[in-house]
């Protein structure tokens, strides 16, 4: 049995160490996995002693007569043979060094203690931790290299009553040891959960709602979408409850995290409402341009020239690193068809700042959102414009913003941020472009206040990964078209001339 078990853990943890030197994260999954293994591995371990049976002084008195004898067997046989050599080691002296060496099973107190102690170091001390150091504390994360120290400062917590040192010591001191975390830990625990993470107490009489809040106040959306059952749960309650307009308003909120979940949709069908739309653009799904188009190149321009046709609305795409020509272009072709507003390029690539992270050694470098506007929007920032005007930053770099890893994009009043790293595909650079034009268009649609789409067949629409944003809509649904033309059409009703 312990034989298994140590062999699952080292299947399990030799894959996670090499996730983590090359990609800097590892699957939650995996962690979990590893952790219960091991504990279990040591548990096997701590009952295989508990059985051993202590070694005497007769014990090792017959253990020593036994090889006094086999060596006088092997002194008649070297007498006989020459060839043999004789054993220079006496008996005594292998029974002594075997004394050294040997350390008896532990009292079963002891054993019962460490056992009890082992799920409180590996388990209960990194989770506290890690709710001390988070605002929002949940399980279902992935694990980076800091998240990985905190465990394994934790184990080696653990492992020190096992040195040499300490062993010496008398066992009341290792008790003592092991004991306080089974106290400390769940009292800790308790306060952390009442004043930090009160989301988490399930007897509280307002549990589900201070869960569903919560995750409403998450920044990191993509960890906010994969809470969004807790958000359906408050919106049954309510439902249960019979606050229906509440229910359906937290309701709607889940499905703007999570569009086309069946729960959210089931939950809203049977409230009196549905979240998928019977009106809808015929040509949802249908590709912007056919592949193989020619497409003409974009105009290139300054702030001060990006307005050509007058003070109307203009829309300018800012490449930040190694961005294609043939991308800008695509997008501005596109966004001028779809929409109608006049689209430009800027003029020049700006350098891609120092990279704030690289997690891996095969892990691509990545940029925080808010340290790469910091040093590309000053370039932009200050300069005269003739007409309102709003800027897409689409950059190379691999994004992040906090705890949201690999983000596709980030919209602002002024405009947004997209991110090509995600989108690219080696050897189809017509779909490449063809996904930077679907979260451009998306984001210049949200940089107006328009709250994302509960349909997953509008552009809009909150996708949790690359599958989900490939098959979601192209474009906005008629009602959310109409909202994004009128805003639009207010910014150029401000600047227009008095007639």
Not at 197 to 211: D, K, M, T
Request: hydrophobic share 45%; aromatic share 10%.
């Amino acid at each position: 049995m312990s034989g298994s078990l140590r062999y699952v853990f080292w299947k399990l943890a030799i894959p996670a160490l090499l996730l983590l030197i090359l990609y800097g994260r590892v699957d939650r999954m995996q962690v979990w996995l590893l952790l219960g293994v091991g504990i279990g591995w040591r548990w096997v371990k701590l009952w295989h002693e508990h059985c051993q049976v202590e070694m005497k002084d007769e014990d090792w008195e017959a253990l020593t007569q036994a090889l006094e004898r086999e060596q006088a067997l092997h002194q008649g046989a070297t007498d006989e043979d020459e060839d043999l050599a004789p054993n220079p080691v006496s008996a005594k002296q292998q029974v002594a060094a075997l004394q050294l060496l040997y350390r008896p099973p532990r009292p079963g107190p002891v054993l019962m203690i460490e056992g009890l102690a082992l799920p409180a170091f590996l388990l209960g001390l990194p989770v506290l931790l890690l709710m001390a150091e988070s605002d929002f504390f949940t399980f279902r994360r992935s694990f980076g290299w800091g998240d990985l120290l905190v465990i394994l400062g934790c184990a080696a917590l653990f492992y020190l009553p096992h040195l040499p040192v300490v062993r010496r010591e008398t066992s009341m001191l290792t008790k003592a040891w092991w004991l306080a975390p089974l106290f400390l830990v769940p009292a800790a625990m308790a306060v952390m959960v009442k004043e930090k993470h009160p989301y988490w107490n399930v007897f509280h009489p307002e549990h589900r709602r201070l869960a569903a809040e919560k995750v409403l106040s998450l920044k990191d959306w993509i960890m906010a979408a994969d809470h969004a059952g807790w958000v359906f749960a408050y919106a049954e309650e309510l439902a249960e409850k019979g606050r229906i307009p509440s229910a359906r308003e937290f309701c709607e909120k889940g499905l703007r995290m999570e569009p086309g979940s069946a729960r959210g949709n089931g939950l809203m069908a049977r409230l009196g409402g549905s979240q998928i739309s019977e009106d809808t653009a015929p040509d949802a799904f249908a590709p912007y341009v056919p592949e193989g188009t020619l497409i003409p190149r974009a105009r290139r321009c300054r702030v001060e020239t990006a307005h050509d046709t007058g003070p109307v609305f203009t829309l300018m795409l800012l490449p930040v690193g190694e961005v294609p020509d043939e991308d800008l272009d695509f997008v501005a072709e596109v966004m001028r068809r779809e929409t109608g507003i006049p689209t430009c390029v800027y003029e020049k690539h700006l350098p891609l700042p120092e990279a704030t992270r690289s997690p891996g050694l095969l892990a691509e470098k990545q940029w925080e959102i808010g340290s790469l506007l910091k040093s590309v929007l000053p370039e932009v920032d200050g300069r005269r414009m003739r007409g309102p005007l709003k800027i897409l930053v689409i950059t190379s770099g691999d994004l992040y913003i906090q705890t949201a890893n690999f983000v596709f994009a980030a919209s602002y009043a002024w405009g947004g941020v997209v991110s090509r790293a995600r989108f690219s595909l080696e050897g189809q650079p017509w779909l490449t472009r063809h996904r930077l034009a679907k979260q451009c268009y998306s984001m210049l649609i949200k940089s107006f206040e328009i709250m994302p789409s509960t349909d997953p067949r509008c552009v809009t629409s909150y996708p949790n990964g690359l599958p989900a944003f490939d098959a979601k809509g192209n474009r906005p649904l008629p009602e959310v078209r109409r909202q994004f033309l009128e805003k639009v059409a207010v910014l150029n009703r401000r600047t227009s001339p008095p007639q």
